[in-house]
């Protein structure tokens, strides 16, 4: 039974199930970001984000290469990192660090309204799909559970329905919707990517898309 990001099985190891805890609850700080965009408009959001975003880069590609700052990184955070993270052969980043490359890139690249949403998405659908899958994931979905997945399209769902929209119409809720589909099969794949990019970026390319194609005249951007 495949698990959520080659993290042990659910059956065993309570303590790793803890851990998951802590991270999904860690990550869920992160809800911080969208709601910081929210009151803020982009060019200065993006003045914050984009050299907190450079030095946690520097910082995750150095520890990989200056032994005493991996020693530091390790013996405070090592515990939370997950074993692609601490790779020595491939020397990836952590995913504290791709939460604030796609939180930058979402600013800069979707209209305010879509990258609030497809961030909030991340930040609740990850968790519920990691805590959800770990813990009663039994049936296969692509390269994850059916049962995580199910969790991160029905959480996605909830986001889409409290969050703010342009003009309230049907047709929005059901943009967000199919947007929330689209990122469920990302988030599901076998792709060598860093959910917490592909997830944010799939979702607001698909929301984007539905305004264009529904609603061509809507002045989106007025949001914020």
């Known amino acids: ?3 959520r990001k080659s993290d042990p099985p659910p059956q065993g190891k309570k303590g790793s199930y803890r851990v998951e805890i802590i991270r999904k609850a860690i990550h ?4 911080a970001i969208p ?7 982009r060019d200065i959001a993006l003045r914050l984000c984009i050299p907190v975003t450079l030095l946690a880069v520097i910082v995750d590609v150095s520890r990989h290469y200056y032994a005493p700052l991996k020693k530091l990184f390790h013996r405070t955070f090592g ?7 601490t790779d020595r ?3 990836r980043l952590s995913g504290a660090t791709w939460v604030l490359i796609s939180a930058t890139l979402a600013i800069w690249i979707f209209p305010k309204i879509i990258a609030i949403t497809g961030f909030c998405v991340l930040i609740v659908s990850d968790m519920a799909a990691a805590l959800i899958g770990r813990r009663f994931g039994r049936h296969t979905f692509l390269a994850k559970t059916l049962e995580g997945s199910a969790a991160f399209f029905v959480s996605a769902l909830l986001v889409v329905a409290f969050l703010p929209k342009i003009e309230y119409t049907i047709g929005e809720y059901a943009i967000g919707a199919a947007a929330a589909l ?3 099969v990302v988030e599901a794949l076998p792709a060598d990517i860093d959910d917490n990019l592909s997830v944010p970026l799939s979702f607001g390319a698909a929301m984007w898309a539905g305004y264009w194609l529904l609603y061509p005249a809507m002045q989106i951007y007025r949001f914020g």
């Open 35 to 41: 709601i910081y965009y929210f009151f803020t408009p």
């Open 28 to 31: 869920l700080c992160s809800v």
């Open 79 to 85: 515990w939370l990192l997950r074993s692609h993270e």
């Open 182 to 184: 689209v990122a469920t």
């Open 1 to 3: 039974m495949p698990s």
């Open 89 to 91: 052969d491939r020397k």
